[in-house]
């Protein structure tokens, strides 16, 4: 049924560019950011703010752990 075929493959277009239409995306992302930065403090406290915080503690921990690793085994081969 090549008609068919046909109006289900228009009909999957239509859908993709309502769905993935640059204004519109642009008009849903800064109206998830606008809402984001008025319940910002609730967004801080829960657990995904806590989980994220922590986390990027400890990447800059290891890192600045790394960098001074770095810096000994250098000096180590200057000498």
Do not use: C
Request: zero cysteines; glycine letters at 4%.
């Amino acid at each position: 049924k090549p008609e068919l075929w046909q109006k289900n493959v228009d009909r999957g277009v239509e859908v993709l560019r309502n769905k993935f239409e640059r204004e519109i995306i642009f008009k849903s992302f800064a109206e998830f950011v606008e809402a984001s930065l008025k319940s910002l403090p609730e967004i801080r406290k829960s657990l995904t703010g806590r989980l994220l915080r922590h986390h990027g503690a400890q990447s800059l921990k290891y890192f600045s752990a790394w960098i001074e690793e770095k810096n000994k085994n250098r000096k180590s081969n200057e000498i």
